[in-house]
């Protein structure tokens, strides 16, 4: 081996040394510890709360739900991340980001209560999703005030790792959450009174975040500067008009910061792309198992159907979490998105021609880590590539985005399904949506690569 080789090689050893220290003490640091265990108390009761409620809804034999209930059910779910979203960005710049996540799980506690009360007396409608409404827009403040706080217990060069680590992870554990609802489910049972029960159960999540939350000092999680007028006083309607202002603004800035970034939004046209495509596919495939699929050995039909889709989704983000850095490294941001959309177009091809109950199981597991792939070079390019004077509003626009395109693909697919989810044509235009998404990050990229 020559010298420079070897010089090469030591000086590998010695970051890869120094990289794997980095991460041993950030899983060490007592305030990443705790925010964390925020985060995962947190999402496994929205993962729970949401099974609940989707269990209550569309898999209670007192009840019947059609494409579009389903469709309005993951709408309340998902909406109030991208309506609300931005709103709590300002205001999470006032308050303390501690009071917060303390405060906002307590009301969770009591909401998820209402709603099991509204699903035991058999209420539906817009009452029960009003209630789902706050429940999820509570979960907004606390998700956010996590992400706002994390750079106050996180080193700056270890914001990368410290994400990727609380997104997937976080989202396992939301994963964990739905599966112990339809376990729970199939033990107490599916109708009025077993279905609140298992909503009621959800509330253990926000409840133990809040007393995990409240070990935290007063304003260690920020913002740093408060200003005088909001520390005390109750907003006034001139504050509300101007945080109203700052959230439109502020959506507007980030809008034209990704459009002046190329590779930003490169990654952001493949990640809806992947939105819009997963939503056509979730909601033919709750119907699937809903009115179409039969028990088959170890496969099951029905909610435990669900559940092992479930399952194998949450796999899935696992192995992109695994497999993202090492890619990333070896073949460049940009070549990794074009291989996981290019692979998300043949599992969709595959799922439209051999539609039935191990296509729809094996495509959960492949989309979850290819459109998880996707979704952490997005990150990526969103902390490494803005600046930091709009890279709050860039999120604030990337949240919004990812929700609402995904809850607009349901809604069509809704209008466009079969009740019994037999639709292996819309399945193909799903695919279809991922060969768009790869045209338009091409696109975008040709546009920096031209200098436009």
Not at 35 to 49: E, H, M, P, S, W
Not at 174 to 188: P, Q, S
Not at 228 to 241: L, Q, V
Not at 373 to 383: E, N, R, S, Y
Request: glycine letters at 12%; charged letters at 10%.
């Amino acid at each position: 081996m020559s010298s420079s080789s070897a010089a090469t090689t030591g000086e590998t050893t010695t970051v890869g040394a120094r990289e794997k220290a980095g991460l041993s003490r950030l899983l060490r640091s007592p305030g990443y510890g705790r925010l964390l265990a925020v985060r995962f108390a947190t999402q496994f009761g929205d993962g729970l709360f949401q099974a609940a409620l989707g269990g209550a809804v569309l898999f209670n034999p007192e009840r019947q739900a059609d494409p579009l209930a389903v469709a309005a059910g993951l709408a309340v779910i998902l909406l109030p991340y991208s309506v609300i979203g931005p709103f709590t960005g300002a205001l999470l710049d006032r308050w303390d980001r501690r009071r917060v996540l303390v405060v906002a799980n307590l009301v969770r506690v009591l909401l998820i209560v209402a709603v099991a009360v509204l699903v035991g007396t058999g209420a539906g409608g817009v009452p029960l999703y009003l209630a789902a409404l706050a429940v999820a827009g509570a979960s907004r403040f606390v998700l956010s005030g996590l992400s706002a706080g994390l750079p106050h217990v996180v080193e700056p060069r270890h914001l990368v790792e410290a994400n990727t680590i609380a997104a997937t992870a976080g989202a396992a554990t939301a994963a964990l959450g739905g599966a112990t609802a339809i376990g729970l489910r199939a033990v107490i049972g599916s109708g009025n009174s077993g279905s609140a029960l298992v909503t009621a159960i959800a509330l253990a999540g926000p409840l133990v975040a809040a007393l995990v939350a409240a070990g935290f000092r007063r304003g260690s999680l920020g913002p740093d500067r408060v200003p005088a007028s909001d520390a005390s006083a109750p907003a006034t309607p001139a504050a509300e008009r101007s945080a109203t202002r700052v959230v439109v603004h502020g959506m507007t800035d980030g809008l034209r910061a990704v459009a002046a970034t190329p590779t930003v939004a490169a990654s952001f046209a493949a990640l809806m792309a992947h939105r819009l495509a997963f939503g056509i596919g979730t909601l033919v495939s709750l119907l699937l198992f809903r009115y179409a699929f039969a028990d088959s050995g170890v496969l099951r039909a029905g909610m435990t159907g669900v559940g092992e889709a479930v399952v194998l989704a949450a796999a899935g983000l696992g192995v992109a979490a695994l497999l993202t850095p090492w890619l990333v490294h070896r073949i460049g941001r940009a070549m990794t998105v074009r291989l996981a959309l290019g692979a998300s177009v043949l599992t969709q091809i595959g799922l439209a021609a051999f539609l039935g109950m191990p296509a729809v199981l094996a495509a959960a597991f492949l989309l979850g880590a290819t459109g998880q792939i996707v979704k952490l070079c997005t990150d990526a390019a969103v902390q490494s590539e803005t600046g930091d004077d709009v890279r709050g509003r860039v999120f604030a626009l990337y949240d919004a985005l990812f929700n609402i395109s995904y809850v607009v693909a349901v809604a069509a697919a809704a209008l466009l399904s079969p009740p019994d989810g037999w639709a292996p044509g819309l399945l193909g235009a799903a695919a279809g949506i991922y060969v768009i998404g790869l045209v338009a990050h091409e696109l975008q990229l040709r546009r920096r690569a031209s200098g436009s």
